[in-house]
């Protein structure tokens, strides 16, 4: 047992409670889960499943803060002020944070506390500028007369932020900050699986001077308390991630009141090497993007293309990567892949395993569960592949890569084996020739795509996806605009 495990947070001394109003509180019901240890299958600590009644009192508090409170009186520089001080907090505390994430997902503790917490604090200084700089612009018209128009940027109001386990931390925050730029007020859901770091967020917001129902935080089951919050006619727009099937019942739930929704939703993602490819870089990148957070990432690239002429290098290349990975419960210090998140998913994703081999297609590594305590999953190569095959076609999110090869193929048929997805989220293309990456950048319908990259997530860069990966973008500026209206104002000066 290390220093950090015996050092436990004080988060897990006692039931967790949710944020409402300023107050910790409990269920109205006494409902409770048990939050898990993915790395050996044991309780932390309990947290309460708020529902109907607990989302009613959050919107509510979320109204009067956003309405008659202090927040809608708060000038625009004073919130900027708070999600700097937010940040810093995020950083000071940074340690506890990456433990109780690692606790709660079983991810490397060292790529918690590199990553999750860093790019969490990053994330709110970002958003922190966008408070003072939303602006509308005057506009020339042609009615008869003299005229003055313009428009204004005001918040959506309040809104509700369903988040899922992969990143916890990254992913409340990620919402709650352009949300609270924008001047909303909000209530977050966390995945019931990982709330941890959502509520000792919400103690640091407490801590630096956040108005009570600025922020508010409810845990509960996504078909209780999630739907609770989408069925509220106090919440104006809704902001989900998560998988595509979820997604789409939040659709239909969204449309009986016309809320706003932004979706980021699931993904199948093509990597192409090219032959011409500084192949070293490229094997490094896409075993990263696979068996990165263990394979738990919307935008894994999934699906691999290779030119015939390098496969072989290439494939054995990823699964000496595969087999070398350490595969160990986060808190260990060697630990370079951890377990997925919960008994459920590693069936699922095994499930997925055992198909494609049931299909024709050959694992050349891992393809096993890893005996003892925990959820593990052995980082997984497949070949042999083809595109009707499921773990070809659906979103598996665990670590399994299936490849395919190509030979001289036009640009057009390869973007178009590329594009045989439902989904559109991200890509990836490995070439040294600039001609062949801008003309297969035109033709990839994908929201994100990068060019010689193993990762290339910049907040000032709007991140989304095409067809069923979801609708609107984070990030940039335009994450910042998706929590306002716009406003068309025309005054006659005659």
């Not at 699986?193 to 089951?221: D, H, M, W, Y």
């Not at 068996?291 to 390098?310: D, E, K, P």
């Not at 986060?330 to 055992?354: F, H, K, N, T």
Request: charged share 20%.
């Amino acid at each position: 047992m290390t220093s950090l495990e015996m050092k436990m947070p004080a988060l897990l001394s006692q039931p967790l409670k949710m944020l409402i109003d300023g107050e910790w509180v409990s269920s109205q019901s006494g409902a409770h889960m048990d939050v898990i240890n993915p790395s050996n299958g044991l309780v932390l600590v309990q947290e309460s499943l708020g529902g109907a009644y607990e989302v009613d009192l959050a919107v509510q508090a979320a109204r009067r803060a956003f309405e008659s409170g202090p927040w809608s009186r708060m000038r625009p520089a004073e919130r900027t002020r708070l999600l700097l001080k937010l940040a810093e907090a995020l950083e000071q505390n940074g340690d506890e944070l990456a433990l109780l994430e690692t606790l709660n997902t079983g991810k490397p503790l060292k790529m918690a506390r590199a990553f999750d917490i860093s790019m969490a604090a990053e994330c709110l200084r970002y958003n922190a500028g966008w408070a003072t700089k939303l602006s509308g612009e005057t506009r020339n018209v042609s009615l008869p007369g003299d005229w003055h128009a313009y428009t204004l940027r005001e918040p959506v109001g309040v809104v509700g932020l369903i988040v899922p386990w992969n990143v916890p931390l990254a992913m409340a925050v990620s919402k709650i900050s352009p949300a609270l730029a924008a001047g909303c007020t909000v209530l977050l859901k966390p995945a019931e699986l990982t709330p941890l770091t959502a509520l000792r967020l919400g103690e640091l917001i407490q801590a630096i001077g956040f108005p009570p129902g600025v922020v508010n935080i409810v845990t509960g089951l996504g078909h209780e308390a999630g739907q609770a919050i989408v069925d509220h006619p106090g919440v104006d727009k809704i902001s989900f991630t998560g998988s595509t099937s979820v997604g789409k019942s939040l659709l239909a739930l969204a449309a009986g009141n016309l809320k706003r929704v932004s979706l980021e939703l699931g993904g199948k993602s093509p990597v192409f090497i090219f032959a011409d490819a500084d192949l070293d870089r490229a094997m490094d990148a896409a075993a990263r993007g696979i068996f990165g957070n263990t394979g738990q990432v919307c935008a894994a690239g999934s699906r691999l293309f290779v030119h015939r002429s390098v496969a072989d290098r290439v494939i054995e290349g990823l699964v000496q990567r595969a087999r070398s990975l350490r595969v160990a419960p986060g808190l260990s210090p060697d630990c370079e892949i951890g377990p997925v998140i919960s008994a459920r998913q590693r069936e699922r994703v095994m499930g997925y395993i055992d198909s494609g081999r049931a299909e024709g297609a050959e694992v050349v590594a891992g393809g096993q569960t890893v005996q003892g305590d925990g959820f593990f999953v052995q980082p997984t190569v497949l070949v042999n592949t083809r595109p009707d095959m499921k773990v070809v076609r659906e979103e598996i999110f665990g670590p399994v890569l299936s490849t395919q090869l190509f030979d001289d193929d036009s640009l057009e048929q390869l973007a178009a084996r590329g594009n045989d997805t439902h989904y559109g989220l991200s890509s990836s293309i490995w070439t040294r020739d600039l001609r062949t990456a801008h003309q297969m950048v035109r033709r990839l319908r994908a929201g994100n795509v990068r060019v010689n990259a193993a990762a290339a997530l910049d907040f000032a860069m709007p991140f989304g996806g095409y067809k069923q990966s979801g609708w609107g973008r984070e990030n940039g500026r335009e994450g910042v605009e998706a929590y306002t209206e716009l406003k068309s104002v025309a005054i006659d000066l005659n």
